[in-house]
């Protein structure tokens, strides 16, 4: 069971590049989300959707886009790449326990902007 | 939005207890939560308390909530190395049709022999 699947592990992109972080699930959960990790600030949500087709903004969305095209999929792009998204990116999904939320989580995306 | 608040740092001998202190402020959480972060990867859920109860144990963890002054610990007793890792609390508040994760800064536990 593959779980939360993030591709690439690493990246280094120059200021301006674009591209996309891929996220994958293959447990049928409905909500996604995009976190970033930053030292001493926990993870801030970028990006979340409650299902196929929707998706809304988080905390701190900009300068990043999301599809959810299918359930399984969940890609984060950046559109214009700048040093301040230098971080760490987690993709998370989760399925509903009445009012639990028990997230699954990617290995990561450690993303360097120079 | 609110805001869960952690001290970032904590070292412990190994054997002895360790306590993970963490405050939030959205007084109607349902569930609080403590993940746990090992190097290099992403995190996975440890445990969870009903914000109804005031203390929950499993094997080496004990969660304690003090929901009137908004405070949740996470003990977890004869500490090893191999629980260094970060801790991050998280509550869940509804917004608009989802229900969301906010998490605290993380706490870097670090076990010395």
């Known amino acids: 069971n593959a779980g939360v699947t993030q591709t690439p592990k690493f990246q280094v992109l120059k200021t301006g590049q674009s591209m996309t972080l891929q996220c994958a699930q293959d447990?049928?959960?409905?909500?996604m989300s995009w976190y970033r990790q930053d030292p001493g600030m926990g993870l801030r949500l970028i990006h979340y959707?409650?299902?196929?087709?929707?998706?809304d903004q988080g905390e701190v969305p900009n300068g990043y886009n999301v599809s959810r095209s299918t359930t399984e999929d969940f890609p984060l792009r950046l559109l214009s790449a700048a040093p301040s998204q230098t971080s760490v990116y987690f993709c998370?999904?989760?399925?509903?326990?009445?009012?639990?939320?028990?997230?699954?989580f990617g290995q990561g995306t450690r993303l360097t902007v120079v | 939005g609110e805001d869960v608040e952690q001290s970032l740092f904590l070292s412990v001998r190994e054997g002895d207890s360790s306590v993970i202190n963490c405050t939030y402020t959205?007084?109607?959480?349902?569930?609080l939560y403590w993940y746990k972060q090992e190097p290099g990867a992403g995190l996975q859920l440890l445990t969870y308390?009903?914000?109804?109860?005031d203390m929950k144990q499993d094997q080496r963890l004990t969660v304690l909530l003090n929901k009137k002054d908004k405070h949740l610990s996470l003990r977890i007793a004869d500490t090893q190395t191999g629980d260094s890792a970060i801790y991050f609390c998280?509550?869940?508040?509804?917004?608009?049709?989802?229900?969301?994760?906010?998490f605290g800064s993380g706490t870097q536990l670090t076990v010395l022999p």
């Open positions: 998370a999904s989760s399925y509903s326990r009445g009012l639990t939320t028990e997230a699954f």
């Open positions: 447990m049928n959960h409905e909500y």
């Open positions: 959707s409650v299902g196929a087709g929707i998706t």
């Open positions: 959205d007084s109607s959480s349902t569930y």
């Open positions: 308390i009903f914000s109804n109860m």
């Open positions: 998280a509550e869940t508040i509804s917004s608009g049709s989802a229900r969301q994760l906010t």
